[in-house]
């Protein structure tokens, strides 16, 4: 079973009615959940989609929605490095750490026209350890590095 990255573009199009993107990412979403696929997410996705929903109306409600969408899901907290994961139910949180944090670091001094923010050099990071290709996102700094987007 093939994992897929989730970004808080794909969170957020979940989360807000308002989103132009909300109908295709529940659909999308739908379809990740009948296929059975494992998702990964990192703590940092979560905080940054956090504050970009608390930003909008009724965004206190709706972060809180986003709390319990996490908690229903079986969101697994994976601390350290990288182990070997193993597919699982749920959306996989997997935390940052120095190592993922160096390689970001990396990633952001080698694109330095592309404007990758923090939080996505380290998705990168996490993506190339866990050898991730697909990610469920609408932001298109995930083509730079060659990854595929869902939806396309």
Sequence with gaps: MSRIFVDSAAFIALHSATDRY???ASNVYRRLVSDKRSL???NLVVAETCNLLNRLRN???ITLDFRDFLAASGTAYVPGDLPALLPQKGIMRVYSTPSLE???WEIFAKYDTARFSFTDCVS???MEALSIKQAFTFDEHYDVLGFERLPK
């Design 124 to 126: 990168f990071a996490v």
């Design 40 to 42: 990964v997410t990192t």
């Design 102 to 104: 160096r390689r970001a």
């Design 22 to 24: 909300a109908g295709v």
């Design 59 to 61: 965004g206190y409600r």
